[in-house]
């Protein structure tokens, strides 16, 4: 894979050069992405173009090409939301996140797949680490190819565990940051409460220091950890639903983290935030039948079934209960608040196991949607494996607002289990 | 003025019908429209066609015609944004708040006037009350639409002011939902964490029937009054900015609301409300120079100088000082809610006074920046006036999420003013 910040210091101190990076990256994208299939849109020659502009190199993103997800809006390339109906689709303005990722000097080199409007439908992507296996969703594509090394860095989005659930399938570096750090407009709205746009990168540097090039806030960690953090091992009510290969992961990191000065505890989730894990999808569906209202009204016929009947089911949600939900998410935080009073991370599952095999399903959020719905930080750390050789994320959790921390403390379990 | 809650009630109990009170409405469109320059957009075939729909009587807004501010997308109807640089712009899809109108039977006749992308750049648009005074803005024409007696309901959207100063300005009822009551999603994004979609009808009743019905949620308090109700008078920090006209009227409208019972007191705001006050304009303008950023970047030579000139100048606005103002917020937010332990809503002023004469500014957000950034329900009382004859608004603040008690509460004020 391909270190982006490695790779940004390497073009700052004039040992390579936006254009060398970019031939890099298309000469793995021509080995690599006839069988993997993260990409929906492939503009090379427009990045070489913007790979040559003069001062590229002393930018924050130093010229690193960066890869789109395709529900993010780009005013130079189409945008179809992973579905037909907006096939050719030319959004007339960028997605702000992708106008500061353009700004803080990176070059976008296309747009990669999506399943249909973040949902559920699989891609035709492929996962790289073996190809017979599902990459996981909804950002299949940016995950695909960061572990592919067809690119150093991907923007992709998470509603339920759209992030973090490709990112250990594939065996990368996925972050989601705390909700909003980074602006969720231009995005193709499934939720306004969950959506949240986040980062893939190979290492968990890498993802640090493109979120402190693209927000402007000081993320950029490089070779930093926490110190003797106290990281809660959180398994959840829902821990049953996790694998044997999931468990140990989470064992083996917990212990690694242990060697290296973590203080590590097992926490049971307050009742407060166990009761919010329930209603993620009150909220997420409730908004969806209104974000996506138009297209179920008039363009129907073109949605996949599995997304047409949520969207029809979620339309009989009825308003109070929506608003009951919203209350419960909010006393939820508060609670989520007074753990984080006595713990520096939360360390749990990524995912209830390794990627499934075959392409009929992305996967379970079961492990990612309440965190999304807490709007908290949470980052896959990679480097474990199952038995059958496949990537297992852990998960690390941080509190609202607190990404640097979270950041610190995912880089030292990163050191942890890969040592 | 067309009262949206009185026609329903006719057409349901058949005294009149869906198709007769559009005609009502295109009449006074003829004989007000050239003066007042409500409209963008008027497309009355369309809507009559939609007039004649079978079973509109019985829908929750049973057929009225709705106004809709052209900073709102619309599927059917060009969308501008009160900008040159989206002449001519069809949207692929309605708002979720258009949507949610239409499928509660609303009729949408026409958009509205907006300022240039709801900022401050005023628009063609005049006062009803008086032509050669500023109907306030941004939502100018949804004010004066419904001031002119040619629309029952207009749809309007508030970032500063831009609900509260032209109802004020124009002598109607404004209302502003609790943040994301009515979803933003479709409306063209200024500032995400303060852009809030609100109404605007004749009387309180109205605003709170239309509410109802759109929204889903149980706001139509038709001739229900607070009874005995707490009310905290707000100055706050910058009564000085208020004029005679406007200090007369919160007086006037605080004795009236005392001599119908209720319980009226004085009140300080903590020193965490103030500060909020402060830092509004750090936070819109911090997203607005995202929002807008594409258009400033390829289309800045067609913005207004007035818009041009403040992005330029938010762009410079420091991350970490947008991050303190929303810290900021997130204090006073629960300061505020420690005040309404203690009150039922809070009464303040709408504006610093009438409307401006002629057209060079709309007027100020000052006394409404706070209440946007808090995020709770307002409403413009409208019924009293300022010494030249010019309309004069109160305002009624309440607490997040208890929608239905503020608008009692104004419905209170309203009767009191009024009787």
């Not at 894979?1 to 050069?17: E, K, P, Q, V």
């Not at 690193?64 to 007339?92: E, N």
């Amino acid at each position: 894979m391909l270190s982006a910040r490695d790779l940004a210091a390497d073009i700052r101190s004039g040992r390579t050069t936006p254009e060398a990076v970019l031939e890099q990256v298309a000469a793995a994208i021509a080995a690599h992405e006839s069988e993997v299939g993260a990409f929906v849109t492939l503009d090379l020659d427009s990045a070489r173009a913007a790979a040559r502009a003069p001062g590229l190199a002393a930018t924050p993103l130093s010229g690193l090409p960066v890869g789109v997800k395709d529900i993010l809006d780009t005013r130079d390339m189409p945008t179809t939301y992973g579905s037909p109906i907006y096939a050719g689709y030319r959004p007339r303005t960028d997605a702000p996140v992708v106008a500061m990722t353009r700004r803080a000097g990176g070059v976008v080199v296309g747009k990669t797949e999506t399943t249909e409007f973040a949902f559920l439908q699989p891609t035709r992507t492929r996962n790289p680490r073996r190809l017979t296996f599902s990459p996981g969703g909804s950002s299949a594509g940016s995950a695909a190819a960061v572990a592919a090394g067809m690119l150093p860095l991907a923007l992709g989005t998470q509603t339920g565990g759209s992030v973090i659930r490709p990112a250990a399938f594939c065996g990368v570096t996925g972050y989601k940051p705390t909700f909003r750090l980074l602006p969720t407009l231009g995005m193709k709205t499934f939720s306004w409460h969950l959506d949240t746009v986040g980062l893939f990168g190979a290492r968990v540097r890498d993802v640090a220091f493109a979120a402190d090039a693209i927000a402007g806030r000081g993320l950029d960690i490089g070779e930093e950890t926490a110190e003797a953090p106290r990281i809660a091992i959180v398994r959840t009510a829902r821990a049953s639903a996790a694998s044997p290969d999931a468990h140990a992961a989470l064992e083996a990191a917990a212990r690694a983290a242990e060697a290296r000065g973590a203080r590590i505890f097992d926490l049971e989730l307050p009742e407060a935030l166990e009761a919010a894990d329930a209603i993620h999808g009150t909220v997420q569906d409730f908004e969806a039948a209104l974000s996506l209202g138009d297209e179920l009204d008039y363009d129907g016929d073109r949605l996949s079934p599995l997304l047409r009947g949520h969207l029809k089911a979620a339309r009989a949600i009825p308003p109070d209960l929506y608003d009951g939900a919203r209350r419960t998410a909010k006393r939820a935080r508060h609670a989520l608040g007074d753990v984080f009073a006595e713990v520096d991370a939360i360390l749990t599952f990524s995912a209830p196991g390794p990627a499934p095999e075959g392409f009929a399903t992305t996967g379970s959020a079961i492990f990612n949607r309440l965190w999304t719905l807490m709007g908290c930080p949470a980052i896959n750390v990679a480097g474990l494996s199952a038995a059958n050789g496949m990537p297992v994320g852990v998960q690390v959790v941080g509190r609202f607002g607190r990404d640097r921390q979270a950041l610190a403390v995912a880089s030292l379990v990163e050191a942890a289990i890969t040592a």
